[in-house]
């Protein structure tokens, strides 16, 4: 939460004074790659954890979406103050940012984040059911 209120304070004071952002080409560059690696990272992190009855990992797999999702308004904000020269569509993403980081931790606060709950009710279910143990004692 204090990471959304610096966030949207930051960003609010940008708008406020007209601060012109620095255009950041490598910055656009690690968003753009983001946006197309979390998404597989995720989907790896659902298959691994399904098959581990893994509710931490599958609550983790959706952090990944997550970061693909702030990934995606980043690049927005840049591309747009890049190919435009838009100044206030670098703050202005970061405000919906802020948003964003807000309604998790809200959600996390309340006890519903990532929906793990569901989960670790689900691979609860797949762990008694298992036959074989993924983790073999050595002798």
């Known amino acids: ?31 753009a790659l983001s946006m197309i690696v979390m998404p597989l990272l995720a989907r790896a ?7 581990l009855a893994s509710g931490a990992l599958h609550a983790d797999s959706r952090q990944s979406d997550f970061c693909a999702y702030l990934a995606a308004i980043t690049l927005c904000g840049l591309g747009l103050h890049a190919l435009f020269g838009w100044w206030w569509a670098d703050p202005a993403a ?11 931790g809200i959600q996390s606060l309340r006890g519903k ?27």
């Open 1 to 31: 939460m204090l990471l959304a209120a610096y966030v949207a304070v930051h960003s609010a004071w940008m708008l406020w004074q007209r601060e012109m952002p620095e255009r950041s080409f490598p910055g656009m560059v690690v968003a």
């Open 45 to 51: 992190k659902r298959r691994v954890a399904a098959e």
């Open 94 to 104: 970061a405000l919906a940012i802020s948003a964003v980081i807000a309604r998790e």
């Open 113 to 139: 984040s990532c929906g793990c709950g569901a989960t670790q009710a689900c691979c609860a279910d797949k762990a008694t059911s298992r036959t074989e143990d993924p983790w073999p004692k050595a002798n």
